[in-house]
Every structure is written in structure tokens, then in C-alpha cells.
């Protein structure tokens, strides 16, 4: 079976990553990296006066970078030898819900479409989301592309 083929009969599966709690370190280190210091990320007591939040949130931006974490954990491999997996971009990438410091994130991943770019190129679309523990809106909602070259 082709590599497409074996992509091919992965349509339509879902895969969910294991539970990361968001704490007040990781997002004030993610401040530190992107230099976005927003009191409603690290200032716990402002968020929790200024905001309808209850305390600070995450970046949206921090939430949608832990994608390739869950992504990892959650994706089968299909490993073969000379085969690599590039991150080719993000559609429709939509922040639906506050991450509340504290909360506990999973991504979930469902193949949606499997096609050859060109020779060598196999494109992947994958319809993800960022749920938030006991929550009924997610924290995001994203398609992510995805090419995998053959040597």
C-alpha cells in the first residue's frame, strides 16, 4: 500500500492528545518569549479585578503553538525511511474560548483530506481543536496543512 493510500484510509479518524494544565509559569515564559506582557496573561490579581475572566488567561498565541505538542502525542507515526513531516500552515484558525490559568487542554485531531501536492509531496488537512477540560466551547478551532515528502 502507498503511503497516500495508508493516509487515505486514515479519513475521518480522530485523535485526541493527553490533558497539559496551562499554570501561571508557562504562560508568563511564553510573555517572556513573544514579549506580549498583557496583564491579562500575567498579572493574576488585575485579571482577576478587571477582567469577566476570574484571572489571567492564556495567549491565544500560546495555545495555538502547543498544537505541535498534542499533535505529537496524539498522531499516529507513519514513519518510513526518507519520509519527513513539514508544517505547511494554519486555515481558519479561530480563538473561540478564554484558556483560564489553572485549566487543563487537549488537542484533537481529525484527518479530513489526504491528496498528492506534486511528486514526492503528500498534503494532509487535519480539522483540529484545542478543548478545555469540562468545558463546552473550545479554546480553538483550526484547520492545519501539513506536507509530508518522500525522498
Not at 34 to 62: K, M, N, S, W, Y
Not at 67 to 80: I, T, V
Request: aromatic share 8%.
Amino acid at each position: 500500500m502507498s503511503l497516500l493510500a495508508a493516509y487515505r484510509n486514515r479519513l475521518g479518524e480522530t485523535h485526541r492528545s493527553d490533558w497539559l494544565e496551562i499554570d501561571q509559569a508557562r504562560v508568563n515564559a511564553f510573555a517572556d518569549v513573544t514579549l506580549d506582557h498583557q496583564f491579562i496573561h500575567v498579572d493574576p490579581a488585575r485579571a482577576a479585578a478587571e477582567t469577566p475572566f476570574g484571572g489571567p488567561i492564556a495567549h491565544g498565541f500560546l495555545t495555538l503553538s502547543l498544537m505541535s505538542h498534542f499533535a505529537a502525542q496524539a498522531l499516529p507515526r507513519m514513519d518510513a525511511p526518507g519520509v519527513i513531516g513539514i508544517n505547511y500552515g494554519f486555515e481558519k484558525v479561530r480563538f473561540l474560548s478564554p484558556v483560564v490559568v489553572g485549566s487543563r487542554i487537549r488537542g484533537a485531531f481529525t484527518l479530513a483530506d489526504a491528496s498528492e501536492r506534486k511528486p514526492g509531496q503528500i498534503q494532509l488537512v487535519n480539522d483540529c481543536v484545542v478543548e478545555i477540560e469540562g468545558a463546552d466551547t473550545p479554546a480553538l478551532a483550526a484547520q492545519w496543512l501539513s506536507l509530508i515528502v518522500t525522498g
